[in-house]
């Protein structure tokens, strides 16, 4: 398909040509997502539905710094709670504290952070309250 349309040839006509040719050396053959609907039909045309994707699939962030680490010290702080032990509990609080301190001795982009780093104690305790009230046993 690298070839140009040749002068004086209805353009219609080519395409339709350089695609019976496809088709005869199998070129359609075993494509990924045959027979299946066309993904994102139902949404909106958005011109830029290429780059979200790209983004999506690589996990890149479209947040500011300061977002993205609020919503690190969020997703650290839940998964603290739901952490098999105090250990592991703690080694995440710890990991996202140090961001927090980094971040406030040196400003990140983006709205202010207005976050301050957790009392490991205080979510510990939280979370040994939590579990006593669920009926499980006592962390280690």
Same mark, same amino acid.
Not at 23 to 36: C, I, N, Q, Y
Not at 62 to 75: G, T
């Given at each position: 398909?690298?070839?140009?349309?040749?002068?004086?040839?209805?353009?219609?006509?080519?395409?339709?040509?350089?695609?019976?040719?496809?088709?005869?050396?199998?070129?359609?053959?075993?494509?990924?997502?045959?027979?299946?609907?066309?993904?994102?039909?139902?949404?909106?045309?958005?011109?830029?539905?290429?780059?979200?994707?790209?983004?999506?699939?690589?996990?890149?962030?479209?947040?500011?710094?300061?977002?993205?680490?609020?919503?690190?010290?969020?997703?650290?702080?839940?998964?603290? =709670?739901?952490? #098999?032990?105090?250990?592991? &509990?703690?080694?995440?609080?710890?990991? !996202?504290? /140090?961001?927090?301190? @980094? $971040? %406030?001795?040196?400003? =990140?982009?983006? #709205?202010?952070?207005?976050? &301050?780093?957790?009392?490991?104690?205080? !979510?510990? /305790?939280?979370?040994? @309250? $939590? %579990?006593?009230?669920?009926?499980?046993?006592p962390p280690r």
């Open positions: 398909m690298t070839e140009r349309k040749p002068p004086g040839v209805d353009f219609e006509s080519w395409v339709d040509r350089q695609i019976r040719e496809a088709t005869e050396r199998g070129a359609f053959a075993g494509l990924t997502g045959a027979g299946k609907p066309l993904r994102g039909l139902e949404r909106p045309y958005d011109e830029n539905w290429w780059i979200k994707e790209k983004m999506h699939r690589e996990g890149v962030s479209v947040l500011p710094p300061s977002l993205a680490l609020r919503k690190e010290a969020e997703d650290a702080r839940s998964a603290a =709670l739901a952490a #098999p032990t105090e250990r592991a &509990a703690r080694e995440l609080l710890a990991a !996202v504290n /140090a961001k927090i301190d @980094a $971040a %406030r001795r040196r400003p =990140l982009s983006g #709205p202010p952070l207005n976050l &301050a780093p957790f009392d490991v104690e205080e !979510v510990l /305790a939280e979370r040994r @309250a $939590a %579990r006593s009230e669920d009926g499980e046993p």
